[in-house]
């Protein structure tokens, strides 16, 4: 049997129906092996699905802006269940829950064209460790923003360093992640267009997005103190992070001539 588009509301449901108790188990339970058990065990159904969708498809399910949707919701409990066990935050979890649920949503609601169709550029082996070393970073970078609007909105305590420095690591990982990520696109585009950066709109916002991040890095060891500000930082990198994921689709200047835009034939 061949998997395709029309069977992910049945892996989705599945594998959403072992994260809600895992996300409840972590809250009223946080010693337990529960929250494990059932956040690894949709993240395996979730897994299965893509691993079949690409055997179906007979390519990495990477070209359409859905299905690197599917990526982000894969790798978003992912990402809250690395922080769970790093750290203990008993609400990672959740909030990794929901924010999957609503990218599984759209996807349901607004499905993107998934077929066979492959353009020359995409058929690079560097496509598919790109695309994937980047939705990883960017789960990770999701959660640091997760963490920035909760000690900003909903902790009413002074901020700990503590606290803190779970935006840093989070951050660390996602920057280390997405600077490989980089480096791997630079490789694929000069095997495919002949050069490593061209200042297309979307390698444009990437660098953009990337210096953000180490602003934020060299301000929080140059100001260790000023958490606010480093918090308001961190959420101004996380849009420039969605216009450069998804917004430079919407830019007059992207059209007709970026590479990078997501659905072209």
């Known amino acids: 049997m061949i998997i395709g588009w029309q069977h992910f509301i049945y892996f989705a449901a599945v594998a959403v129906a072992c994260w809600l108790p895992g996300a409840w188990t972590a809250w009223h339970h946080p010693r337990s092996r529960a929250p494990y058990l059932f956040t690894g065990g949709g993240l395996l159904v979730f897994l299965s699905f893509i691993v079949l969708f690409w055997i179906g498809l007979e ?6 802006m859905g299905e690197t949707r599917l990526w982000y919701s894969f790798f978003l409990p992912l990402a809250g269940l690395i922080t769970y066990a790093r750290w203990r935050y008993k609400w990672i979890l959740s909030f990794s829950t929901i924010l999957s649920v609503v990218f599984i949503c759209i996807n349901l609601f607004k499905p993107e064209i998934h077929n066979k169709t492959l353009m020359p550029a995409l058929q690079s082996p560097w496509f598919a460790p790109h695309v994937i070393v980047y939705m990883f970073a960017y789960a990770m970078l999701g959660a640091a923003l997760l963490m ?3 000690l900003l909105w909903f902790k009413r305590k002074t901020i700990e360093p503590s606290e803190m420095k ?36 979307k390698e444009t916002w990437a660098a953009i997005t990337w210096f953000t991040y180490l602003i934020y890095v060299h301000f929080r060891l140059g100001r260790p103190h000023r958490f606010r500000q480093a918090l308001y930082l961190l959420i101004f990198a996380f849009i420039f992070l969605q216009m450069c994921w998804w917004g430079i689709n919407y830019l007059p200047s992207a059209q007709g001539i970026s590479v990078h835009i997501y659905n072209q034939n």
């Open 59 to 64: 390519r990495p399910p990477l070209r359409t």
């Open 148 to 150: 920035a609007l909760y």
């Open 166 to 201: 779970l935006c840093d690591n989070l951050v660390y990982v996602g920057l280390s992640f997405m600077t490989l990520g980089m480096l791997f696109g630079a490789i694929w585009a000069k095997e495919a267009w002949g050069h490593y950066w061209s200042w297309d709109p």
